[in-house]
C-alpha cells in the first residue's frame, strides 16, 4: 500500500440484481484525509456501494481498492482499518453496552478504550444497560462508537444520524469529523440530511440510478452551481439551452429560471446583450442542487417557445 493511494479506488463498479444494475459503471475516488459525502435519492445504490468496498457484496464487474488494498483478495486486511456503522442496527438485546465494548477490545488490537469511554460520556450512553434497552437514537450513538472504537482509516457511514435529534446530531458529526477525519484517516457518509453534509462534508458525490453523476469539491459545486432567474421583455432566445453551462431552464411564472453549472460570467455577459432584460443569480444549497441533479418538478423550457 502506498500513502498516496486514494482511500477509495473503484473502476467500472457494477453490480446487478435481478437483471437490474444498482451500481452502474462506477469509477469513484475519495481522496485520503477527506470527508466525502455520497448522496442520490432512494435506491440509487449507495448502500450497495459501501456494501462492495466492504466486501459485503461481490461485484457483476469492475475494480475495487480500498486503502490501496483489493477489496475481495485483501477483504481480512480492509476489515481490520474500515469501520462501517450500517443503516440499520442489529445487536443482540440482552447484552449489555460495556460487555459489547470488552468483546470488541479483544477483537481490535487498535481499540481505543480512552475514546470509547469519552463519547459514551458525551453521548450519555448508560454503560450497563441492556443493548434492547436503549432507545432508537441511542443505538445510532452505540453503533457509532463501536465505528470508531477500532481506530479505522477509513470510517463508512451509512445514513449515520437516524433517529438523533438536531442537537446531538451537530454534535455527533462535528465529533467525528474533527477528530476521525484529516491526515491519513478518511470519513465516507451517505447521508439524506443534506444540511448536515453542507457542514461537514468536503467532497460530494451523486448517484443516479447507480451512475456517479458529479463528484466534485462542496466549496467548487456550491460556486459553480447557480441559478439564474430572468425575465425577458420579448421572446427568450431560442438558442438558450444551448448556452454554456445551462443546465436547465425552466419556467416560472413570466420568468425563465436557468441552471447552470459554471460559467456564470459569460452566461451574464450574453444577457446583458439583450436590451431591458432584468435577471438575478441566485446561490443554492447543496439541498437545491441535490433536488435540482435528482430531477426537479419545474417544467423544462426547450427553446423557441412564446408564450
Ligand atoms: N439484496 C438485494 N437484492 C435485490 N435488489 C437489491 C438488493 N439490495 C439493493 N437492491 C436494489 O438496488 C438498488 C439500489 O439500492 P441501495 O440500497 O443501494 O440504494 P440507496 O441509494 O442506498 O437507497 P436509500 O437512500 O433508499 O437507502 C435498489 O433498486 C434496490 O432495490
Redesign the pocket.
Known amino acids: 500500500m502506498t500513502m498516496s493511494e486514494p482511500a477509495v479506488l473503484t473502476r467500472g463498479l457494477t453490480k446487478i ?2 437483471g ?1 444494475p ?1 451500481v452502474d459503471g462506477l469509477d469513484l475516488e475519495v481522496p485520503r484525509g477527506s470527508v466525502f459525502a455520497l448522496l ?1 435519492p ?7 456501494t459501501i456494501k462492495l468496498l466492504l466486501n459485503l457484496l461481490q461485484p457483476t464487474a469492475g475494480e475495487i481498492r480500498v486503502l490501496g488494498l483489493d477489496a475481495a483478495k485483501d477483504s481480512v486486511a480492509v476489515r481490520r482499518r474500515v469501520s462501517y456503522q450500517a ?1 440499520t442496527q442489529r445487536f443482540y438485546p440482552r447484552v449489555r453496552v460495556e460487555e459489547l465494548f470488552c468483546l470488541c477490545k479483544s477483537l481490535y488490537p487498535r481499540w481505543n478504550t480512552e475514546r470509547v469511554t469519552r463519547y459514551c460520556r458525551i453521548f450519555e450512553l448508560p454503560p450497563y444497560a441492556r443493548v434492547g434497552e436503549l432507545s432508537k437514537g441511542k443505538l445510532t450513538l452505540l453503533a457509532l462508537v463501536l465505528a470508531v472504537g477500532p481506530e479505522p482509516e477509513l470510517l463508512l457511514l451509512d445514513e449515520p444520524a437516524t433517529g438523533l435529534d438536531p442537537l446531538r446530531r451537530r454534535q455527533v458529526l462535528q465529533l467525528l469529523v474533527e477528530e476521525m477525519a484529516g491526515g491519513d484517516r478518511t470519513i465516507v457518509i ?1 447521508s ?1 440530511q443534506l444540511q448536515d453534509v453542507e457542514r461537514i462534508a468536503d467532497r460530494v458525490g451523486f ?1 443516479l440510478r447507480g451512475k456517479l453523476i458529479l463528484s466534485r469539491p462542496l466549496e467548487q459545486l456550491l460556486g459553480e452551481e447557480k441559478k439564474v432567474r430572468v425575465l425577458f421583455p420579448g421572446s427568450p432566445p431560442a438558442d438558450l439551452p444551448g448556452w454554456p453551462g445551462v443546465r436547465r431552464v425552466a419556467r416560472e411564472g413570466s420568468h425563465l429560471l436557468i441552471s447552470l453549472s459554471g460559467h456564470l460570467d459569460e452566461v451574464l455577459g450574453r444577457l446583458n446583450r439583450y436590451e431591458d432584460v432584468a435577471f438575478e443569480v441566485l446561490d443554492q444549497t447543496l439541498e437545491d442542487i441535490f433536488v435540482e441533479y435528482a430531477g426537479g418538478e419545474e417544467v423544462t423550457w426547450k427553446g423557441g417557445e412564446n408564450d
Open positions: 440484481f435481478g437490474q444498482a442520490g432512494n435506491g440509487a445504490g449507495k448502500t450497495t443503516e451517505s439524506h448517484l
